[in-house]
Each structure stands twice: as C-alpha cells, then as structure tokens.
C-alpha cells in the first residue's frame, strides 16, 4: 500500500508509489488506453480516484528526498539538502 506524504505541487497529503508499483504504471504511460489503465491501477494501489496522469508521474516516492529530520515533509529531491518547507539543513550521514 502506497505511503502518505505532502505533496509540494498538490499542496495536500498525497498516496506516494513505491518503486515496485512504479514499474506497473510507467510503460502504461506510452498509449492513450494505458492512460486510463494508470489511474485506474493508481487508485487500486492507493485507493485515491485520481483524474489526472500527469499526477500520477509525480507521486512517486524516489523522486523525493527522505522527511526532513525537523518538520517530517520530504525533501523535494533526493539531493536536496535544505527543506523547503521549514529551512532546516539536511544531515547527510558520510559513507565508508
């Protein structure tokens, strides 16, 4: 079942696709009937009547950052270091 998150675009919590649900939905992306599969499937995976496709493509998780530490929001990327919902400064943990 998809997480919910605050969407930045929507400006409202919103059902995120996990990757593996992700790969159901992209390659229905390429036709005009696969459209209507997209919503479809996306309302099956999180149970919100979306409308619009389009919505669909940016609600999925890994194109946000982890929640911010201070405000739990996402950041908007996986490379952001500075959320932008409350300002704090990611902590970003070094690699060995």
């Known amino acids: ?3 919910m998150y605050y969407c930045w675009r ?3 919590e919103m059902p995120m696709l996990e990757e593996y649900e992700w790969k ?3 390659p229905l992306f390429r036709s005009d009937t696969g459209r209507k599969r997209v919503l479809a499937l996306y309302k099956e995976f999180t149970g919100f009547d ?4 389009a919505a669909v493509a940016h609600h999925r998780l890994s194109n946000f950052g982890p929640p911010c530490e201070n405000c739990g929001r996402l950041y908007r990327t996986p490379q952001a270091k500075l959320c932008a919902e409350c300002g704090n400064t990611r902590r970003i943990e070094a690699r060995v």
């Open 1 to 3: 079942m998809a997480k």
């Open 50 to 53: 979306e409308t619009n496709p």
């Open 10 to 12: 929507c400006q409202m």
């Open 24 to 26: 159901q939905v992209l």
